[in-house]
């Protein structure tokens, strides 16, 4: 653990050793719970981070929700019709390695981007089954833009007939992004709790 023994703003060294839980969000996954360690500056109230012990425990507490999240995405592709052959066959990928990622938990980092990008879009295992046929992939943009867009519009039906004044731009984000996980948001500030403090 390093030991902090100066303000960098304002070089006071009358410093308040801090533990903060904080939250950080995972695509599909459980948020990431880290235990982070902060110095306060009695004198100026700056707060100098501690990252030698919090990049090691961040980086802990992702993994381990990167790992949850590789099972769960799974199994919503699963619940969704897709067998684990016939997404490897559609993709063009080795003979079981998408068992083997549910089984081991352990995907490289270019694996991990296409498991999230065929949770989020899983009409690109139909696009793919279908040698990327350009008409078809065309086809199936639109059918799900209008699935989406129904969506939405369905939505701000709901939000005027109740008698909600409705802004269309402001509400485009609302719709977009889950609105219980608000720190999903880009520019959010992810979550943060004193835990104890540390004289």
Same mark, same amino acid.
């Given at each position: 653990?390093?030991? #902090?023994?100066?303000?960098?703003?304002?070089?006071?060294?009358?410093?308040?050793?801090?533990?903060? &839980?904080?939250?950080?969000?995972?695509?599909?996954?459980? !948020?990431?719970?880290?235990?982070?360690?902060?110095?306060?500056?009695?004198?100026?109230?700056?707060?100098?981070?501690?990252? !030698?012990?919090?990049?090691?425990?961040?980086?802990?507490? *992702?993994?381990?929700?990167?790992?949850?999240?590789?099972?769960? &995405?799974?199994?919503?592709?699963?619940? *969704?019709?897709?067998?684990?052959?016939?997404?490897?066959?559609?993709? !063009?990928?080795?003979?079981?390695?998408?068992?083997?990622?549910?089984?081991?938990?352990?995907?490289?980092?270019?694996?991990?981007?296409?498991?999230?990008? #065929?949770?989020?879009?899983?009409?690109?295992?139909?696009?793919? !089954?279908?040698?990327?046929?350009?008409?078809?992939?065309?086809? &199936?943009?639109?059918?799900?833009?209008?699935?989406?867009?129904?969506?939405?519009? *369905?939505?701000?039906? &709901? *939000?005027?007939?109740?008698?909600?004044?409705? /802004?269309?731009?402001?509400?485009?984000?609302?719709?977009?992004?889950?609105? /219980?996980?608000?720190?999903?948001?880009?520019?959010?500030?992810?979550?943060?709790?004193?835990?104890?403090?540390?004289?």
């Amino acid at each position: 653990m390093s030991k #902090i023994t100066a303000c960098p703003a304002c070089d006071g060294t009358s410093l308040r050793r801090e533990e903060r &839980m904080e939250k950080l969000p995972v695509p599909y996954g459980p !948020d990431a719970e880290t235990k982070q360690y902060v110095y306060v500056c009695e004198t100026c109230g700056f707060d100098i981070d501690d990252s !030698d012990v919090n990049d090691v425990t961040t980086e802990k507490a *992702l993994e381990i929700s990167r790992k949850e999240s590789i099972i769960r &995405m799974l199994n919503e592709l699963e619940s *969704l019709g897709n067998s684990l052959a016939g997404m490897e066959r559609a993709l !063009d990928l080795p003979q079981r390695t998408i068992s083997r990622w549910k089984a081991s938990n352990e995907v490289s980092s270019g694996g991990l981007a296409l498991l999230r990008i #065929i949770r989020t879009y899983p009409w690109i295992i139909d696009v793919a !089954d279908h040698r990327y046929e350009p008409m078809f992939a065309a086809q &199936m943009l639109v059918h799900q833009a209008a699935n989406v867009f129904g969506k939405y519009a *369905l939505s701000a039906n &709901m *939000l005027v007939s109740a008698g909600i004044k409705y /802004d269309a731009t402001s509400s485009l984000s609302g719709f977009f992004f889950n609105a /219980d996980r608000p720190e999903s948001r880009p520019g959010t500030v992810v979550q943060t709790e004193v835990v104890n403090e540390i004289a």
